[in-house]
């Protein structure tokens, strides 16, 4: 079992949560996930592993109440305990001084940004971040991304904070004056990272995504975050997460991502129905 030590709402239903787990606090490295399952019926779910403290033995991830399971570990107070902690899994991030780095955070996307963009700060890069959602209040790690960044620019679709507008205005900006970028790191929604890599392309800068978003039981063994990336056949949870952007085959990821949606809407249902609770508009209390 493993503890929850802490717990913060960073934003509407979006929580960070510290959890008791020394083994992998000690071997986790930037841009590896763990796999979560609350209780013995729940299923796995996947989460990026934001920080960790080697001393306190403890994890941070962050979660976003989007459905059953996810509302499950929302839902979840300090001093409970989750039944499985399982990782760190995925390829880590490969981390060296490329020079100047580009990270962009879209929404929920920022709480793997951030432990990337962490690393990369400390291996010497230049690191202009973007930080976008669509308005201020879901915002997330403003001030985490701004104390591992060169730069910090932000954007928000209504324009309550920062630019008015997309990450990809500011990042076509930079191309248009002239920057010398090595490296772009997006993390977000699939279309934010469709639009990324679209808007890199034409430059050939080298453009990393990564695909959480896709994976499900993050074992290997589900096949559903299977991609197509340069022609050959990947799985996001073993291969992965993270791949060249201008690789990916997203119209094929987009479809794929919306496979399981009508069994998760039925699951919230049934949640919903059984407990009583509302999975989209519970406010927690810790
Ligand atoms: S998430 Fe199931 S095989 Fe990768």
Not at 62 to 77: A, D, F, P, R, Y
Not at 99 to 112: D, P
Request: aromatic share 6%.
């Amino acid at each position: 079992m493993f503890e929850i030590v802490g717990k913060k709402e960073l934003t509407h239903l979006v929580w960070q949560i510290e959890i008791k787990a020394p083994r992998i606090a000690k071997k986790r490295k930037a841009g590896q996930f763990v796999l979560l399952r609350m209780n013995e019926q729940g299923e796995r779910i996947p989460l990026t592993i934001v920080n960790s403290d080697d001393e306190a033995g403890t994890i941070t991830v962050i979660v976003q109440e989007v459905g059953k399971s996810t509302s499950i570990l929302g839902g979840m107070k300090v001093g409970s305990s989750i039944l499985d902690v399982v990782g760190p899994l995925g390829m880590p991030t490969h981390i060296e001084n490329y020079g100047t780095v580009v990270c962009v955070g879209g929404g929920i996307g920022t709480a793997v940004t951030y432990p990337i963009g962490a690393a990369l700060k400390e291996a010497g890069c230049k690191v202009i971040s973007i930080v976008g959602s669509r308005s201020k209040d879901l915002l997330i790690l403003e001030d985490e991304m701004r104390g591992v960044s060169d730069e910090l620019h932000i954007t928000t679709d209504d324009g309550s904070s920062g630019h008015h507008g997309f990450v990809t205005d500011v990042l076509g900006e930079f191309i248009k004056e002239g920057l010398k970028i090595d490296l772009v790191i997006a993390v977000g929604p699939i279309p934010m990272m469709r639009a990324v890599s679209e808007v890199t392309r034409p430059s050939a800068i080298n453009t990393m995504v990564s695909l959480n978003p896709i994976m499900v039981d993050g074992t290997g063994m589900c096949g559903a975050c299977r991609v197509t990336i340069g022609g050959e056949n990947k799985f996001v949870c073993v291969d992965g997460p993270e791949f060249d952007g201008h690789l990916v085959d997203f119209e094929e990821l987009v479809m794929r991502n919306r496979s399981y949606f009508k069994e998760e809407k039925m699951a919230v249902e049934e949640y919903t129905y059984h407990e009583g609770t509302r999975c989209y508009d519970k406010k927690g209390d810790d």
